[in-house]
């Protein structure tokens, strides 16, 4: 049984920086991507950013040149970066893992990220 553990969110000032990571406890397999993304208060969750298992990496526009995500060696631990936060990045985070196929397969709790001042 997969499990998604997500640590990191928090309380930040606009500009500030957070660090969310996830793992993927019990996947054993190749996934076609591991990532974020969030939920803002009353819509629906968007893709933030995602690494494929080859590899590649995608990002929603609005946090392209200041969210990096990464993976540890592992494979089954990313880590999303954020700098430069602003108060429209508040929101729930979420980790998510998508297999081949259609739509995410496995979804973490959630991490809240507060960016305010």
């Known amino acids: 049984q997969v499990q998604l553990v997500e640590s990191g969110g928090g309380l930040v000032q606009p500009g500030g920086s957070l660090r969310l990571s996830c793992t993927a406890s019990?996947?054993?397999?190749?996934?076609?991507?591991l990532g974020w993304y969030r939920q803002f208060p009353g819509d629906q969750r968007e893709l933030a950013a995602v690494?494929?298992?080859?590899?590649?990496?995608l990002y929603e526009d609005s946090v392209k040149g200041r969210f990096t995500i990464s993976r540890d060696n592992d494979m089954n631990t990313v880590f999303l970066q954020m700098n430069s936060l602003k108060p429209e990045d508040t929101g729930i985070y979420l980790c998510?893992?998508?297999?081949?196929?259609?739509?995410?397969?496995?979804w973490g709790n959630g991490t809240l990220v507060t960016v305010s001042s």
């Open positions: 690494i494929t298992f080859d590899g590649n990496t």
């Open positions: 019990g996947n054993n397999a190749k996934y076609y991507y």
């Open positions: 998510a893992l998508r297999y081949a196929g259609y739509g995410v397969d496995y």
